[in-house]
């Protein structure tokens, strides 16, 4: 059985089409990323899966049970941590999580040692009896995804975990995500923007506008966009483009700043060969510089969509929809 | 059954857990009724005693309607504690934990009737010092019309909390809303000989009977009964049902509000 599975799921506000008719299944153990710009439909998409808010069409079943007919029985086997802090900051770190294990409806005793547990894990114990006002952001963090583990969900719902947090803290996190996959085999699904938290995805999927535009590993999905780019700087471009097109039957272009442009899958091989060819055997075509890049999500996601991942614009935009429909809608 | 009882239970649990932190909350709950008491209440006394003949205290007047307010205001602060933590983010939580959003609405009812009660206990302690002495048969009863009228308050203020997104759209409701119905219930002035249209609205203003059911309550001790009954609106068994009524007709729609999934 998958462990979360949509066919034609679709959310309309008013005349605004934030999921667009999205099909994708997730497998048990699994780390499945969502990535997209903001506003692509992506929370959209986790509120429908966690019965937050209800599809316009389709369907979606997390562990088995369907969001639309069976709320409860999804709400039981998942856990959610939100974009958005959801703590009670009057309260203490422990308290929080008591009041998680009383709203799902964990035993005392279960409660005391699960805790224990994953307040160790998340490097919360000292901090535990603290007032969660006084937590940084990063701590808080850590503590929402404590209180999302401990009623042992099967699927864990992440809405762009790390956001706002710095690159230190995030990276803390996911080493705390990494250990819980290994460690409890938790199925993991999550969204973001960050090319380099997708990285850490099992698969991805790459949403634009409301819809699936690509589902792929990560290296399917670079590899889609073509090789290794490989660009180098020689005494003699003209020179060095010959020889490379008559004795290998590279084909080179010219790039900016007197640069040489090579594609190539491999290119960490290509290069050694590359400077052999150039300066060794016969030829003393002198290299000054070689730097090689792999393809990254980035330009997969500009190759898939015709546009770079914009941070900020869309989301407001999306936002300001979604209030208009509710002002107009609702009152 | 059981699940959404404990349900309930956590989110009373949580009011009273943060009512019981807030020492601050408490303390200058009361002060406000005691500046009104005090001030308002001793600044006004001369006149009022010149009117009644030296039979009515004004601050013994005004007691029971500042227990009122003191119920009515706490009772509507812990309502607007959803439209702050659907701010903040709290509320999230509990929408999506697998329990029934009746019972989440039912137990923050209760949970804000109970604080908004407490609260008007500690305004009780004031009694000695304005003149109104108040037997134990007395207390529990206020403290049973102080829980009723809070759940009613409650309900009304969930009710429009809601659906509210914004602490600010709240609070212009209630600016509209909570002072009228303040004012029109008769909590500072006797309501007797007022023009028709106030009569009339005091009589669909749900703190009126409140403040009606406490007054009589309250002064029963303090007061003569002929000038007690000049005072008091209704019979004290009719602003029981009504209140009754009334929290029964604002809990309902509130929980449907509160449960109604987007």
């Given amino acids: 059985m998958n462990a979360v599975e949509a066919s034609s799921l679709v959310r309309k506000f008013g ?30 998409t986790i509120n429908m ?17 369907d969001v639309v007919s069976d709320p409860s029985g999804v709400r039981q086997s998942i856990g959610i941590i939100f974009q958005d802090a959801s703590l009670d900051d009057r309260l203490t770190g422990r308290e929080n999580l008591q009041f998680h294990a009383m709203l799902y409806d964990v035993p005392r005793q279960t409660f005391v040692s699960r805790a224990r547990d994953l307040l160790a894990m998340v490097d919360l114990t000292d901090k535990a009896d603290g007032i969660v006002r006084t937590f940084s952001g990063g701590m808080k963090r850590r503590l929402e995804i404590a209180r999302g583990l401990l009623h042992q969900p099967k699927v864990l719902f992440l809405d762009e975990p790390t956001i706002g947090l710095d690159p230190q803290t995030r ?19 999550m969204t973001t923007h960050y090319m380099e938290e997708a990285e850490h995805c099992n698969r991805i999927a790459i949403i634009d506008h409301g819809k699936i535009v690509a589902v792929d590993t990560p290296g399917g999905l670079k590899a889609r966009v073509g090789g290794d780019i490989i660009t180098v700087r020689t005494a003699d471009n003209a020179a060095a483009t010959a020889r490379l097109k008559t004795v290998a039957g ?11 442009i090579v594609e190539t899958t491999g290119g960490d091989r290509f290069v050694p060969r590359m400077m052999e060819l150039l300066s060794g055997d016969g030829a003393s075509i002198a290299v000054t510089s070689v730097s090689l890049s792999h393809p990254t999500l980035e330009d997969v996601f500009i190759k898939l969509t015709g546009h770079a991942i914009r941070a900020g614009e869309a989301e407001s935009e999306m936002k300001s929809f979604v209030k208009m429909w509710r002002g107009s809608g609702r009152r | ?48 005693s010149a009117q009644t003949g030296g039979a009515l205290d004004f601050r013994q007047f005004m007691f029971p309607g500042i227990l009122a307010m003191a119920v009515l205001f706490t009772a509507i602060f812990s309502a607007v504690s959803i439209v702050w933590d659907r701010e903040f983010g709290f509320l999230k939580e509990v929408m999506v934990a697998p ?27 004031l009694a000695p010092i304005v003149g109104v002495k108040l037997g134990i048969d007395q207390i529990v009863a206020l403290i049973g019309l102080m829980l009723l009228f809070a759940s009613v308050m409650t309900a009304f203020g969930i009710l429009i909390a809601a659906r509210q997104k914004t602490m600010e759209g709240f609070q212009m409701m209630m600016q509209f809303l909570l002072m009228p119905m303040f004012f029109l219930s008769g909590a500072f002035f006797p309501l007797r000989g007022v023009p028709l249209w106030m009569n009339w609205l005091s009589r669909i203003d ?31 068994a009719t602003d029981v049902t009504i209140m009754f009524a009334l929290a029964v007709g604002f809990i309902v729609p509130a929980v449907w509000q509160f449960g109604r999934q987007e």
């Fill in chain 1, 49 to 65: 899966l966690c019965t937050m808010l209800k599809p316009t069409s389709g369907t979606a079943r997390i562990n088995g049970h």
């Fill in chain 1, 250 to 260: 590279i084909e080179v272009r010219g790039g900016p700043a007197e640069t040489l």
């Fill in chain 2, 206 to 236: 749900p703190v009126t009977y409140g403040v009606d059911s406490l007054r009589q309550q309250s002064l029963k001790g303090s007061l003569p009964a002929g000038l007690l009954s000049t005072l008091a609106l209704h019979p004290i």
């Fill in chain 2, 1 to 48: 059954m059981r699940r959404n009882l404990k349900a309930a239970y956590t989110i009373w649990y949580r009011d009273i857990l943060r009512f019981g932190r807030d020492r601050v909350r408490i303390i200058s709950a009361l002060g406000q009724p005691m500046l009104y008491l005090f001030v308002f209440g001793t600044g006004l006394a001369p006149a009022m």
């Fill in chain 1, 15 to 44: 005349d605004f089409t934030a999921v667009n008719g999205v099909d994708f299944e997730v497998q048990p153990g699994e780390i499945f990323g969502f990535l997209g710009p903001n506003g692509a439909g992506k929370s959209t």
């Fill in chain 1, 171 to 189: 990276r803390h996190i996911w080493q705390y995500l990494l250990k819980l996959r290994e460690q409890q085999g938790v199925t993991m699904f």
């Fill in chain 2, 99 to 125: 329990v029934s959003r009746t019972a989440v609405a039912l137990g923050k009812v209760a949970g804000g009737a109970t604080v908004a009660m407490f609260q008007g206990i500690i305004v009780l302690l």
